[in-house]
């Protein structure tokens, strides 16, 4: 294992999006669908975020910007899960890939820089117009990683997500817990440096 490829949302950063449409596909799944279907063209870099608050928030019965407010407050950094990639970084490349309109709608929510100095690629989906699982974006990133999708590690907490890179032969571990992953993380590496 060469490489470590984390996931933003649901991952990195709380992920308000997941919780709300769990709560609608239990109690209105038509509705459900109109939210998913603009969060993948928002997520192809179809929509620009302004567009696809408007749209969102016209089939919540909010207000763009109480929608956006409500997305910023859901998005509480996993400073654990940071700090222990960090660790990480002197042995292995590591990558951010995330299904999310554009690489400024990733740095926003970062500090200036943060970005580059942790991750030595970070891939957005809307400006590729592929989103996970579609397999070239897993070996899109692998190639800018110089890395060979089997000697990479993906970190998501969508399992369909994991399924897509398992397919292109990258390793997987499935976001519960920040301790579960960690642990899953050390428990690979320790079995990694193992066959060594």
């Known amino acids: 294992m060469r490489a470590i490829i984390f996931d933003c949302f649901g991952v990195l950063l709380g992920n308000i999006y997941r919780e709300r449409l769990v709560t609608l596909e239990q109690t209105d799944p038509e509705l459900a669908q109109q939210v998913r279907d603009i969060h993948k063209a928002s997520d192809r870099g179809f929509l620009t975020r302004e567009e696809s608050l408007a749209r969102m928030a016209q089939i919540l019965g909010m207000t763009p910007e109480a929608l956006a407010e409500e997305e910023d407050r859901g998005e509480m950094r996993n400073e654990a899960l940071i700090a222990f990639a960090h660790t990480l970084k002197p042995r292995y490349k590591l990558a951010m890939l995330s299904n999310v309109s554009s690489r400024d709608r990733l740095d926003t929510r970062f500090l200036p820089g943060e970005l580059d100095e942790l991750f030595d690629v970070v891939v957005a989906s809307g400006d590729e117009g592929i989103v996970k699982p579609e397999a070239g974006i897993y070996q899109l ?56």
């Open 141 to 196: 990133t692998a190639e800018r990683l110089g890395v060979a999708p089997e000697a990479c590690l993906m970190v998501d907490d969508v399992r369909e997500f994991c399924d897509g890179a398992e397919r292109v032969g990258m390793k997987t571990i499935q976001f519960i817990t920040t301790e579960q992953t960690i642990r899953d993380i050390t428990l690979l590496i320790d079995a990694d440096k193992g066959r060594e």
